[in-house]
């Protein structure tokens, strides 16, 4: 009977069981191996951390890794106007750190790539996530170092409540009885130790966190099945998203918060010179990355299931399993893997591809609160809670649909790249709807200049004398619904509170029936094309994530094993000096044209109080739209080449794409309809 069993014993079983009998005795009797795949660091290799030691636990931590990465940069925007207040930066110096950070992937990411892909990829993750938490204490010594300032002390020595009360009664703008506004015009470089330590700070977080999406990434495929590296790769992109909801909420929290605790000021959150513990958040969110880099640092240089897999191919193609020799690095092997990097056609089409679609993006991540605020009416609360909950809520749907998805039906390269096609056609569609979603624009009151410009003093204000230093302080006469700069550009002589606590401004010049003005703009109704709005960028939101795991799958497969990190590498510093950099800057410029009317600060052009609407629209979302109509042709590019390319392993043939009967093929295949379209193979 025994022999019977032994006999009818499938090869393939018996090929499987001398693989792991083969894999057990590597990993227990060879030190070696032991070594490959055991978890721990240094002396703490306990034998139950070894159960850590598999792609679910190192899913969580790198997930987690990215989360923090996420919440730093998060927190960072969350803060940015008070730093700018605190150490006097100027907003272009916030857009310098925000360079910084790319300038240092780019000077590290191809060249620790290249050094980190041969060695133990998680321990140079943990390197560089060392230096994001050491950059999160550097923003720490300016606080250590001048405390809450002197402005701050300035403030709650010089303004009692007497004098407060003195002042705000002193501060309207009337017509005939404008005042130049008292301004703060010291240079600007008075902060500029401040300035430059988290300048420092940011080079130091660009340095680390390239390392982590390159070599993190590689070393979760590299031990992962092919078939269900999609389901892994977008489980650890949506763990990292929170990071960026807890890095605004921290914000949120720590600005409550007076910059000085020993300090009570005589106003309260809401007054402009109000700046909050902008340093309260740096120390925890420095100390939760410095735990998930240890946390990183832990994982063995191979994962034990994934030494298996090695030793049953091994066995099953005959021969013994052998370690990949690893060659010392050098200068022109460096050059041999770029050189086979530019020439393959499916990585530089994918990269172009992406470069479009970012770059096209990044105007809208970086203004679409801004673009709200203006094109709907609303406050940057509801803005800033509308553009958190579109990238949280539909991009991890899209995301999770589509893992399960390729985990589910194992599509080939063509349909995922056919999909990609599709989604950003769609996209084009769905900009070219946004520009036309619309509202009325603010009925604001000015004069037309000889030159084609527009001033807002008119001739029915010409005697009232208003000072060009008054701060934009709108009035809203509610019949007409004219909205004015000021109470003094609409021409009003006197003011007074009404029974519900309004304030009203009287007897004034430039309304129809010298009737009286309402503190603040007129109201605008745009909630109807708001919702729209809000519609059609969460189905373009879950439509483009969908595409992303497919994405990541082809940028993998399409390459050597060995040149996977600096695959992802080549793709970072292309996107760093195309899109990270150049971005900001093209798309502030642009926006910066749609404006109508500039403040003035010291004499000097301050910050934009009202933008063209329309002219807005256009000047943000054309370059959008070009952009990803640039990107769906590479696209294609990647589509037609992508022919031949192998998704999974090979011992998971695709069951529902390699039917035997045609006719059978026809009824279950889920991607008939897509082969007809795109040409079968």
């Known amino acids: ?40 660091l240094g002396p703490c290799n306990f034998n139950w951390l070894q ?47 925000g360079s910084m950070v790319d300038v240092g992937v780019i000077l590290t990411t191809l060249s620790m790539t290249y050094l980190g892909k041969r060695s133990h990829k998680t321990r140079w993750v943990a390197y560089g996530t060392y230096l994001v938490a050491l950059g999160c204490f550097i923003r720490l010594i300016p606080y250590w170092l001048y405390g809450g300032g002197l402005s701050t002390i300035d403030y709650t020595r010089d303004y009692t409540k007497a004098e407060i009360s003195t002042q705000k009664n002193n501060m309207t703008h009337l017509c005939g009885k404008s005042f130049k506004e008292p301004e703060n015009c010291k240079d600007a470089s008075s902060g500029s130790v401040s300035a430059y330590i988290f300048l420092i700070a940011s080079f130091v977080h660009g340095l680390g966190c390239s390392i982590y999406y390159t070599l993190g990434m590689a070393y979760l495929d590299d031990n992962t099945k092919k078939s269900k590296g999609a389901v892994m790769i977008v489980l650890s992109l949506v763990l990292t998203m929170f990071g960026s909801t807890i890095g605004f909420l921290l914000a949120s929290f720590s600005l409550k918060f007076y910059i000085d605790p020993g300090v009570t000021p005589d106003f309260g959150t809401t007054d402009p010179r109000w700046i909050g513990a902008w340093w309260l958040g740096w120390g925890p969110l420095g100390v939760m990355t410095l735990s998930f880099a240890i946390m990183m640092s832990m994982f063995p240089r191979t994962l034990p299931r994934a030494l298996q897999r090695k030793v049953k191919a091994a066995v099953a193609a005959g021969r013994s399993y ?23 056609k499916i990585l530089m089409c994918n990269n172009l591809s992406m470069t479009f679609i970012v770059f096209g993006y990044e105007g809208q991540s ?24 579109i990238g949280l809520l539909c991009t991890a749907a899209g995301l999770l649909v589509s893992a399960f998805f390729i985990f589910k039906f194992k599509p080939r390269a063509r349909y995922l790249a056919a999909w990609n096609v599709l989604t950003e056609l769609m996209d084009v569609v769905g900009f070219l709807s946004i520009l036309m979603i619309s509202c009325e624009s603010l009925n604001f009151q000015w004069s037309a200049l ?129 899109v990270f950099i150049p971005g900001p800057i093209l798309y502030g410029y642009l926006i910066d044209m749609t404006c ?3 403040g003035m600060t010291c004499g000097k052009t301050g ?8 002219k807005l629209r256009y000047y943000v979302y054309m370059p959008i739209f070009g952009c990803l109509f640039i990107a769906t042709l590479w696209d294609i590019g990647v589509w037609y080449f992508v022919k031949d390319l192998q998704m999974y392993d090979d011992d998971e043939p695709n ?12 009824k279950k295949s889920p991607f008939k309809a897509l082969e007809i379209a795109f040409g079968g193979n």
């Open 1 to 40: 009977m025994d022999t019977e069993t032994e006999t009818d014993e499938s090869p393939t079983n018996a090929i499987t069981r001398q693989g792991e009998a083969e894999a057990e005795s590597l990993s227990g009797k060879d030190a070696d191996y032991q070594e490959e795949t055991r978890c721990g």
């Open 51 to 97: 159960r850590l030691a598999s792609k679910k636990a190192y899913v969580v931590i790198y997930g987690l890794v990215g989360m923090s990465h996420l919440a730093i940069v998060s927190y960072f925007r969350g803060t940015v106007s008070t730093l700018e207040k605190e150490f006097q930066i100027p907003s272009s110096f916030i857009g310098l750190m």
């Open 322 to 344: 052998v370690p990949e020799e690893i060659p010392k690095p050098s200068l022109q092997d460096f050059w041999k893997t770029m050189k086979r990097l530019f020439n393959n």
């Open 366 to 389: 970086l203004f679409l609160p801004k673009y709200m605020e203006t094109q709907f009416n609303i406050s940057a609360t509801a803005s800033n809670l509308a553009t958190g909950s």
């Open 450 to 578: 000889p030159d084609g410009g527009k001033t807002i003093d008119m001739p029915c204000n010409s005697n009232c004398a208003c000072d060009s230093s008054i701060k934009y302080s709108p009035v809203c006469h509610l019949s007409s619904r004219e909205t004015f700069f000021s109470p003094c550009h609409a021409g009003c002589q006197d003011s007074f509170f009404s029974q519900n606590g309004t304030k009203v401004f009287s007897d004034c010049s430039c309304t129809a029936d010298n009737g009286p003005v309402l503190d603040g703009p007129c109201p605008l109704d745009c909630r109807s094309a708001f919702i729209i709005f809000i519609v059609v960028q969460c189905v373009q939101r879950f439509l483009g994530a969908t595409g992303t795991a497919g994405n990541c799958l082809i940028q993998f497969r399409c390459v050597d094993v060995a040149d996977k990190a600096v695959a992802f590498a080549l793709l970072e510093v292309l996107l760093c000096v195309f």
């Open 596 to 598: 109508t009317l500039w």
């Open 607 to 614: 910050n934009c109080w009202i933008y063209d609407a329309e």
């Open 655 to 666: 069951k529902d794409f390699e039917l035997k009967d045609s006719k059978t093929r026809d």
